[in-house]
């Protein structure tokens, strides 16, 4: 009996030897073992700066055939934008002959991509003296938000239209600036766009997409002119789009003026030089006017530069990532 109890002591106490030193001191004395390191924080958190999409122009800017608008899609996603804008007119060929099945189409390869469709530029007329001419656009417009709504789009560009006494290259050689027809003001004009926005207010509001007016040509050449009919108006289904490229002297101020209005942006660049002009845009002085307005939705680039888009696309999104990107 005595020799089993010693036999068991020993067998114990072999045991307890091949156990580290640590387990057996309770670290009661300093410890030597470090802890495995802790895992990294998730990056969790606001976003850092704004997303960044281009228009399906960007890839076309009206010079020759249209490249299919699921093409600009591929393409935007393989460059590493955030979403994709929709040129109404780079679309309306190819939907003519079924335009339900494109679009459901459309859509449904966005989801597939991961690429939302965030916008759609349109385009009217209301600065025209026929009452006639100024319904059929509000019917226009009306068939632009419907499908917007149908793509699942929030936003159109909407223009105020202008009086068409030049045609479009004559009109950037004058700056944008356009005289009345005769007989007829400015004033009056106003009063036209007003009433057919009225109209499409309802419209747009119960189909959910909001209405962004651009600082464009016509009587939205100037951030008064679009101002006087945002305010006017006095809807959240009526906004603004600000394009950086369309206020030819002394943008910075009348940026300011729009920014806080301000429903998504257009941001143009020129690689190549641009087509009617070209502007150098300081474009840490246009973030920080942003910044103060407290602006942190869409940047959508139109590239309207001369250099192929497959290079001046890419190069376009690292200046805006650059700048927009940071916190």
């Known amino acids: 009996m005595q020799n089993a109890n010693l036999t068991r002591r020993a067998v114990l106490a072999s045991s307890l030897a091949s156990l580290p030193a640590i387990m057996l001191s309770g670290c ?14 998730p990056n969790v958190g606001p976003r850092k700066g704004n997303p960044i999409g281009v228009s399906t122009y960007s890839f076309w800017g009206f010079n020759g055939e249209p490249p299919p608008v699921v093409h600009c899609l591929e393409r935007a996603a393989a460059m590493g934008f955030d979403g994709l804008e929709l040129l109404e007119k780079q679309m309306l060929k190819e ?95 106003f009063g036209w ?4 926005f009225q109209k499409l207010i309802p419209e747009a509001e119960k189909r959910g997409v909001v209405m962004a007016l651009e600082n464009h040509w016509g009587l939205g050449l100037t951030p008064q002119g679009v101002l006087r009919i945002v305010k006017a108006i006095n809807s959240p289904w009526l906004g603004v789009t600000l394009d950086t490229g369309n206020f030819l002297e002394d943008p910075y ?22 087509k009617w002009y070209t502007l150098d845009l300081d474009y840490p002085r246009i973030v920080a006017i942003m910044r103060k307005a407290n602006y942190t ?31």
């Open 193 to 196: 766009v007003i009433e057919a």
């Open 95 to 189: 939907m003519a002959s079924n335009e339900a099945g494109f679009l459901r189409k459309l859509k449904r390869q966005a989801l597939t991509l991961g690429m939302p469709l965030y916008a759609m530029s349109t385009h009217q007329d209301f600065v025209d003296p026929s009452a006639k001419e100024r319904d059929d656009n509000v019917k226009i417009t009306t068939t632009s938000l419907e499908r917007a709504y149908q793509l699942g789009i929030p936003v159109i560009r909407v223009n105020t239209g202008r009086w068409n006494r030049v045609d479009f290259d004559t009109l950037m050689k004058q700056r944008g600036v356009e005289a009345p027809l005769d007989g007829h003001t400015d004033e009056e004009g």
């Open 28 to 41: 009661n004395q300093p410890c030597t073992e470090t802890a495995a390191p802790a895992a990294p924080a």
């Open 253 to 274: 101020d009348r940026l300011a003026m729009l920014a806080p209005h301000t429903t998504y942006m257009q941001a143009k660049t020129y690689p190549g030089g641009g």
């Open 297 to 327: 939705g869409w940047v959508s680039l139109e590239m309207e530069g001369k250099e192929n888009p497959e290079t001046a696309v890419p190069k376009s999104l690292a200046l805006l990532r650059t700048v927009f990107g940071a916190a």
